[in-house]
């Protein structure tokens, strides 16, 4: 169906906590994948759908040690795994060690995702720049969105990310007493250099509800409920 990357520049907000929400209410089957070259903590973060834990061991890394000869989007269901709530993750590399040994995966990867016949792919790739062989994923994406805060250091980062990079969107992770505002003013600033700007609520209270409880709670949080309004719109661009 789609692949719709994630990612940030330097002093990134939470790409993780951003993709697990939208994937969490995406309006569509989709697959929350941890493509982040220098290590995640899915797999320590979320819990498992029987309220385990997830297994590290097994997601990115063991999907690359059966891919060498080649990479068939069918394959990839095969190291994934299911956490509370039902969504699928394949989690990522725990380490940035693991990425030396992989960095011819991230394109057929790339082309993986957005050839799986009946799910889009939410992928978190977490901060741009120091592992320059993640373009190859992001160039296979339907979606590129940067993620950023509206404060002046991290849009004079993302300015100079726009530049060098594919990127067809902006979400702003907006503090919600000046949540409209923010998300104003981060679009003025970056121009006609991308397609979209739009928003997802800093909501510290709601990223914690989202490492266990899945619940009403959650649910009503702000975090969720601009998470819903973002997938919404990010579906409306395709």
Not at 10 to 20: E, N, Q
Not at 55 to 61: E, F, I, R, V, Y
Not at 144 to 160: F, G, I, Q
């Given at each position: 169906m789609g692949l719709i990357v994630l990612a940030a520049d330097?002093?990134?907000?939470?790409?993780?906590?951003?993709?697990?929400a939208l994937a969490a209410v995406w309006p569509r089957p989709v697959l929350l994948a941890e493509c982040d070259p220098a290590g995640g903590d899915l797999a320590y973060r979320l819990p498992a759908a029987d309220g385990g834990v997830l297994?590290?061991?097994?997601?990115?890394?063991t999907l690359g040690?059966?891919?060498?000869?080649?990479?068939?989007?069918?394959?990839?269901?095969?190291?994934t795994q299911k956490i509370v709530g039902g969504l699928d993750v394949l989690a990522g590399l725990t380490h940035a060690e693991q990425a030396t040994g992989l960095t011819w995966l991230w394109g057929p990867l790339g082309r993986a995702f957005a050839a799986i016949p009946d799910a889009d792919v939410i992928a978190d790739c977490g901060r741009l720049g120091a592992h320059p062989q993640i373009g190859d994923l992001l160039a296979e994406a339907e979606q590129?969105?940067?993620?950023?805060?509206?404060?002046?250091?991290?849009?004079?980062?993302?300015?100079?990310r726009l530049q060098v990079s594919k990127a067809h969107g902006v979400v702003v992770i907006a503090d919600p007493r000046a949540y409209r505002a923010s998300i104003d003013d981060v679009r003025r600033i970056v121009?006609?250099?991308?397609?979209?700007?739009?928003?997802?609520?800093?909501?510290?209270?709601?990223?914690?509800?989202?490492?266990?409880?899945?619940g009403g709670r959650l649910d009503r949080s702000l975090l969720i409920r601009t998470a819903r309004d973002l997938a919404a719109r990010l579906v409306s661009h395709r």
């Open positions: 330097k002093g990134a907000p939470g790409v993780t906590t951003a993709a697990t297994n590290p061991g097994k997601g990115l890394l040690a059966t891919a060498r000869r080649g990479l068939e989007p069918a394959q990839i269901h095969q190291h590129v969105v940067l993620l950023t805060r509206a404060t002046l250091d991290h849009v004079a980062h993302l300015r100079e121009g006609p250099s991308v397609q979209f700007v739009y928003g997802l609520a800093h909501d510290p209270k709601g990223a914690e509800l989202l490492r266990g409880q899945w």
